[in-house]
């Protein structure tokens, strides 16, 4: 039972940053003068291990 629990827990810890995403913030404007961030950010979803 401690072997499988050892194993979920690995699982797990490996499943996290596979799930991370890279955000380019601004996509091909970048950050920059004259780019609408609120509406970049719209319909986006932000997790921890996400990288901007």
Do not use: E, Q
């Not at 810890?13 to 996509?27: E, F, H, R, W």
């Amino acid at each position: 039972m401690a072997a499988l629990v050892k194993l979920v827990a690995l699982a797990f810890l490996l499943i996290v940053p596979i799930s991370a995403t890279d955000y380019t913030v601004g996509d091909a404007s970048g950050w920059t003068l004259g780019v609408d961030y609120n509406n970049w950010v719209a319909g986006k979803t932000f997790k921890v291990g996400d990288r901007l």
